[in-house]
């Protein structure tokens, strides 16, 4: 099974599946303010979620409500099948990993030794099984008598992937894995997470890199303040895009009116500065008929296409409105 | 979930590997007791015997003894909880199922265990080399009235409250140079009462020992539970509760 066969594969867990986290109404304050507002949402057994949003929307904190470290000021939530309440802090993260946005290594210490803390700290019992597996699942076994501070930032990163890992956690909580790594320790990670995926860990990453939901996740919520949109990256470019086609010429046309007017599927049109932009219902049925119009009216075609929509365009599109919205 | 010794064994155990890999804890742990042997055995050695004097003399000598189970662990406890905040540890540290007693109780135990090491190694010390170098008079007002027993009393009494006090400045503190300018600071007070004991100012007996160093041992429980409940994970994360 390919990656991507993997990931389609992984089945809509807002229909029905078993939910590793489910979120109601949360909201948490400090004082007057506020870092997220009224947030609902769930995360399926084995989905990769992600958690996108600009710097102080409260991805962190949510994370951090999450994992008992913050308690919510409102609103309710499950997490690996434990309600969210003071008393089950500690059984809740006996069940659940942290990798924070910063490793957190004990410089001092050796890769073994870091492990080997937490291993006690979450009373496990085959320790060094533990660790050797742990550090297998990140390439790591070489370095394991290596001290954490002679390592590199990506290897560091590896090694809080492998203390993550140690208690196989139900629910695997990544605060900007792949922030302030080089593109080889990005790739690295992104790599680790696809093999967690394969393994079946659920994981709530939070990330501000688009390019790196689009790829690991299977769905994903866009979190400003308040939960902006919830789904899969498909999804969420259909819901806020309508579907429309690029059209580039080698000249402009005497009368885009009119040859747009003809083609009955083309329900708007504009001018961009390399050509046009068609705003159709049905792309395939609509992108012949245009092209025969425009051979017709004698216009040399550089390239006609549906326009692609990436998730960032999604994003952005969101936190401008929001921007729009605070300034008036 | 219950109170859990594994637990507790392995932030000790993490913290014990940590200060022996750390030039800054091995130089202080070396430095004080250095310093506070040096100046009591000269003084003891140098000291004059009349009668008067010789109480005097030991009482001092004793008193700077009592100085390293204060100033060694409020140095290493100031940097507990601000130290982890301040390398990034503190965050994964917390998302353990650790609970606030083991991990206060954990950070005490570890700070503990090398001051009473230290401390008794150094008391041995200065009574061996005033065995073999002090004026008979005054080794055997050592070894008369409450000397011995307020040394070994008191070298766990005061540590432990040094030890309180370090942790809980530097659960509330940002920077570690404050945390252990504070965590001194605090831990002296009774060290005060103890000196006033050792110098005669107040009359020194056997029974006035114990009893303070029951009200001692009573506080150093209860601050267990009080540093415990200030202990709080939100606070220490973003350093403000909502």
Known sequence: MTDMEARHSVPDRTQGGEAAIIVEHLTKRFGDRVAFNDVSFEVGAGEVF???????????????????????????????????????????????SLMPESPGLYLRLTVTENLQCFAGLYGLDDVPGRIGRALRAVNLEDRARDLCGSLSKGLRQRVALARALLNDPAVLFLDEPTSGLDPVAIR????????LRKRGVTIFLTTHRLEEAERLCDRVAILNTTLRMIGRPDELRARLFRRSLDVRLRAPLGDPRTLFGAVSDVEQWEQTSSGYVLTVANPDRAAPVLARALVGAGADILSLGESHHSLEDVYLELIDEDVEAKSR | MSFSWTRVGAIVHKELRDYRRNRFVIATMAAVPVVFTTLPTI???AADTTNKAVSLHIGLSLLYLLVIPVTMPSVVCAYSVVGEREQGTLEPLLSTPVRREEF?????????????????????IFLAIA?????????????????????????????????????????????????????????????????LMSLNVISESAGLAIAFAAALLVFDLLAWRVVARMFDR????VNRRS
């Open chain 2, 43 to 45: 003084q003891l050695i």
């Open chain 1, 50 to 96: 992600g958690f996108l949003g600009p710097n102080g929307a409260g991805k962190t904190t949510t994370v951090r409500t999450l994992v008992t470290l913050i308690a919510p000021s409102t609103g309710t939530a499950t997490v690996a099948g434990i309600p969210l309440l003071p008393e089950n802090g500690s059984a809740i993260r006996s069940r659940i």
């Open chain 2, 234 to 237: 939100e606070r220490l994360l």
């Open chain 2, 104 to 124: 206060v109780i954990a950070k005490a135990l570890a700070a503990l265990a090398p001051t009473l090491v230290i401390a008794y190694a150094v008391f041995g």
């Open chain 2, 131 to 195: 065995a073999l170098l002090a004026h008979p008079v005054i080794l055997s007002a050592i070894f008369t009235g409450s000397h011995v027993l307020v040394q070994l009393l008191f070298t766990p009494l005061l540590a432990g409250w040094a030890i309180w006090v370090g942790i809980a400045v530097s659960s509330r503190s940002t920077d570690v140079r404050v945390a252990q300018q504070l965590g001194v600071l605090g831990s002296l007070p009774p060290l005060a009462i103890v000196a």
């Open chain 1, 188 to 195: 690295e990670v992104h790599d680790l997470i696809e093999s």
